[in-house]
């Protein structure tokens, strides 16, 4: 391969190409946002809101490209490699399919899953007029619905949408940030997104209480087509190396109340050599030693 | 009526305090799932499908209901988390998130550890580790320290050497200069021949290229071609026994245990060489003294010191002796037989070799 034998000649392109390359801890995964043949004003009002949503993890493309996604991927996997993005979300319209979005991913620059969506209502971001809340916000995400796990393809969506809307994986978070969520309804063979703007008001005690103001892009979306990996491709996606895996300690164990037990191992010990209790007046003297020593019948004596 | 008046204000005061304190807990039939990691919750309630049906904002209002009591018992629990102030007294609340729970797919595969090189293997094998180089090199004309290589190094611009001696047995007619650079470009170039066949080599380990096509495709290297050879050989009536060789050609002896590894002596054969090996074999069960097999014992000891010294210096620096200082101090060995890493000579019969 070129990427091979063809080694970069500077740093800023050795760094470029070791983004790129597949690692133990990866990167926040790219979003890239197309516009079909025909799309229409609907259709890109919803692209450019997502795009506002997952703003800095997000390419939005402002040409169209005439392309069918579920006939021929080529396409979309040479766009992937090109920006790097293994998420992406197509947007399309025409009779058959009005306002259609296509949400997808990819597994090394091959997609891996595609379900087609149609977007039956939209409030856009700048038609709900209040404050909204800072761009790259991690949002909190809730799936309402049973549907949402008995269903196949519901369940590859749902893990989809959490892929989709996750952003970058954090190890502490402030908590008065948590001002966004994305709220999931799946009822009646439709699926109802919302946005929401969270307010944290005084309560009695430390837990606030929430109130929500509805901020975002609301969607009405109803599931039509849907192009899913076979079990074992998706069961190769998810594998994790081995590397990721927390070292073991060993000797610790914890219990379901919280407790931390440790484990000691002892050598055999010689009990008649134990340290216990002096009592001084059991003490032998040295006198009742010798004589026990030789034989004799060991004196009790009292102490003074 | 004043007393009224105030009991009236204290009991509206004590219900406004239960209100609040009742405020954040959400009654929900099943328990959600969390996903703190994620900031993920999942909610398995089957939702009122009656009320959302109709449109308008009393759907609207139903799904934010829901949505406030779905985020109300998400951020109770992630206000739950070990919390500290960030930056001091003064700074803002920051809670740890454990690590994500819910799988999602990779966006590449798991990167896979490349296979070693030619000189990677060669170097295992002979037990040669890497000796760290010093990055600067005391200049003895200059009196500093310089670079080891590369710009200002010391021993000064290897370009502008003026002075090319004329070595023992060369031809003094030859132009040393123009020798001096067409060794550098050929070193060059075989560098980087080595480097792509590495490469190459690597490439066809991860990809698992199938079986060879047997007509030549000028790709190919020396192994390919040989196996090739082979199976062309074999592909014959007879299975290659009267092909006609070329020159050079080693003569192969025909497997005619057909990739069998392990080969058993016939039931009923030579009784004279079956007693002999049977009697051999008890001898050496009986004797007291081990029988040793001092290639494969050398083996054995000189793995084991190089696991331990691996261990031992995983954390420090590794001494300059290295494995060869080593190795050529131990009296008794000789040079000859501590790199004996080859297959075990015949010298035993069937039986002794075997016997660890």
């Not at chain 2, 245990?257 to 074999?281: D, H, I, W, Y």
Request: proline share 7%; hydrophobic share 35%.
């Amino acid at each position: 391969l070129i990427c091979c034998y063809r080694k970069p000649k500077t740093k800023r392109a050795k760094r470029f190409l070791e983004k790129r390359e597949p690692k133990l801890n990866e990167n926040t995964k790219n979003a890239m946002l197309i516009k079909g043949g025909n799309a229409n004003l609907t259709v890109t009002e919803v692209l450019k809101d997502i795009y506002a949503v997952k703003k800095p993890f997000a390419v939005l493309y402002k040409r169209k490209n005439i392309t069918r996604p579920f006939e021929d991927q080529t396409s979309l996997e040479f766009f992937s490699k090109k920006s790097d993005c293994s998420l992406f979300l197509f947007g399309s319209h025409n009779k058959k399919r009005p306002n259609n979005l296509i949400i997808g991913r990819m597994f090394d620059y091959h997609v891996l899953d595609m379900i087609e969506l149609g977007v039956e209502k939209f409030v856009a971001l700048k038609d709900i007029k209040n404050s909204k809340c800072p761009e790259g916000t991690k949002p909190m995400l809730i799936f309402a619905g049973d549907v949402f796990d008995v269903n196949e393809e519901y369940r590859r969506l749902k893990s989809l949408l959490i892929d989709f809307f996750r952003g970058p994986t954090v190890p502490n978070i402030r908590l008065a940030g948590l001002e966004y969520v994305l709220h999931f309804t799946a009822v009646d063979g439709k699926i109802y997104m919302r946005s929401y703007k969270v307010l944290l008001k005084k309560s009695g005690c430390k837990i606030p209480r929430i109130e929500l103001e509805e901020m975002g892009p609301s969607l009405d979306l109803v599931m039509r087509r849907t192009h899913l990996a076979s079990d074992d491709l998706y069961k190769l996606s998810l594998k994790q190396p081995k590397g990721l895996k927390p070292k073991k300690k060993k000797n610790i164990s914890h219990d379901a109340l919280g407790t931390t037990y440790g484990r000691i191992h002892m050598q055999k010990q010689d009990l008649s050599k134990l340290q216990t209790r002096k009592m001084k007046g059991l003490k032998k003297r040295p006198a009742e030693k010798s004589a026990q020593d030789d034989g004799a019948t060991p004196k009790k004596s009292k102490s003074a | 009526m004043a007393a009224v008046r105030v009991e009236a204000m204290l009991a509206a005061a004590e219900e406004q305090e239960a209100e609040k304190r009742r405020s954040i807990t959400v009654e929900k039939e099943l328990e959600l799932e969390y996903d703190l990691g994620n900031l993920l919750a999942v909610d398995r309630n089957p939702p009122p499908a009656a009320a959302l049906r109709g449109a308008g904002p009393r759907r609207e209002a139903l799904l934010r209901a829901l949505a406030r009591d779905n985020t109300q018992l998400l951020v109770s629990r992630l206000w739950e988390l070990p919390a500290e102030r960030a930056g001091g007294a003064g700074g803002p609340l920051v809670a740890q998130l454990p690590e994500p729970t819910f799988r999602l797919p990779r966006e590449k595969p798991a990167p896979k550890p490349r296979p070693p090189t030619r000189w990677e293997q060669f170097a295992r094998l002979k037990g040669i580790r890497r000796k760290k180089k010093t990055s600067l090199v005391w200049d003895e004309q200059a009196k500093e320290w310089r670079r080891r290589w590369g710009y200002r190094r010391a021993g000064g611009d290897p370009s502008r050497a003026w002075l090319a001696e004329v070595p023992a047995g060369a031809d003094p007619e030859e132009d040393q200069f123009a020798r001096l650079r067409r060794e550098k470009r050929e070193r060059v170039a075989r560098n980087e021949l080595n480097r792509l066949r590495n490469l190459a080599r690597a490439h066809r380990a991860g990809s698992a290229v199938p079986a060879a096509p047997l007509h030549p495709t000028g790709h190919q290297d020396r192994d390919e071609l040989r196996r090739v050879a082979r199976v062309a050989r074999v592909s014959t009536a007879s299975l290659g026994r009267f092909q006609p060789r070329l020159p050079k050609e080693p003569a192969e002896p025909p497997s005619r245990s057909g990739g069998k590894k392990r080969r058993f002596q016939p039931l009923l054969g030579n009784l004279a060489a079956e007693r002999s090996r049977q009697l051999e074999l008890l001898r050496d069960m009986g004797s007291k003294k081990p029988v040793l097999d001092i290639t494969r014992a050398v083996n054995k000891q000189l793995r084991q010191e190089e696991a331990e010294a691996a261990a031992a210096n995983k954390g420090k620096k590794q001494s300059k002796r290295g494995k060869r200082g080593r190795r050529q101090q131990r009296p008794g060995r000789s040079g000859k037989k501590s790199g004996a890493r080859r297959q075990p000579q015949q010298q035993k019969p069937a039986g002794g070799g075997r016997r660890k």
